[in-house]
């Protein structure tokens, strides 16, 4: 059995859509030390909120070390439909809208000094009911939004691409955004391989992949204290080729025997 439950897990790996996210944060890599400007974009995500004109609040709180999941928000700013001005967000464009935190993080949501702060945490909503119900700004499988924040120290991380596993084709160029707080110099590398390096906190670079199968991107940050690492894998797959399954193969999982089995996932 656990070939089969091997065989599924691959599958789910790979049919997975990559997923962008509804918020960009300045700075990208923020401790719990920083003032904060978030950008909402409202055609991303479950996209409630697009073509919404009028006036948007953040539900908002963070997790926390004392958090016991992801669903465990603390010091929330203000109750599910309750409008307050420190969480009205202001319309920078067509589907934008903007939240500054501030004067920092901490005071902002009022953490107390001790208690680490891992992520901010977001549902964005309209302002007021619209048919019985509010419009919700949530990921696109209907969750909430979150962003982590760095531990204050050295710290690197891709804002882009959002995920952890990228899957493309051939000759498709894969751009990056590599963010880093307190370094001296940050590295770029594919596998084993220096792509580029540089002194500033943040930066852009494309790679063509040119051969299939997977490989390791890393960013590495040091400065005189130590280094650190973030990374995602990067896989290339192979065109794809269609062939009649064999006869009597039904949709789903066709166990051949104690160690083989035949998946069929569109019979037509």
């Known amino acids: 059995m656990k070939n089969k439950f091997r065989i599924l897990f691959i599958i789910l790996i790979f049919c997975q859509l990559q997923i962008f996210a509804q918020i960009t944060v300045t700075p990208a890599q923020p401790t719990d030390q920083d003032t904060v400007t978030v950008v909402f974009d409202a055609t991303l995500g479950n996209g409630g909120l697009a073509g ?10 963070v997790i926390t070390n004392l958090s016991t999941s992801q669903s465990d928000w603390k010091y929330v700013k203000a109750g599910w439909g309750v409008n307050i001005p420190a969480c009205k967000l202001t319309q920078i464009g067509i589907d934008l809208w903007q939240l500054g935190i501030g004067p920092d993080i901490r005071q902002f949501y009022g953490v107390p000094a001790g208690e680490q702060i891992l992520k901010l945490a977001f549902v964005f909503r309209s302002g007021v009911q619209v048919g019985g119900s509010w419009l919700e700004g949530k990921t696109a499988s209907g969750g ?42 940050t590295f770029l590398y594919q596998d084993n ?74 019979h037509r």
């Open 144 to 185: 909430d939004i979150f962003w982590d924040v760095m531990p204050s120290g050295l710290s690197v991380g891709f804002s882009l691409p959002a995920d952890n596993i990228v899957i493309t084709t051939l000759g498709t160029p894969v751009n990056m955004v590599i963010n880093s707080s307190f370094a001296d110099t």
């Open 52 to 61: 919404y004109t009028g006036e948007v609040y953040a539900h908002t709180g």
């Open 193 to 266: 391989q220096l792509l580029a390096f540089t002194t500033l906190a943040t930066f852009s670079y494309s790679t063509t992949p040119l051969n299939y199968g997977p490989t390791l991107i890393k960013a590495i940050a040091t400065n005189d204290t130590g280094m650190i690492a973030d990374s995602f894998y990067l896989f290339v797959r192979q065109p794809v080729t269609t062939l009649n399954p064999p006869v009597g193969t039904k949709e789903g999982i066709n166990y051949l025997s104690d160690t083989s089995v035949r998946i069929c996932l569109c």
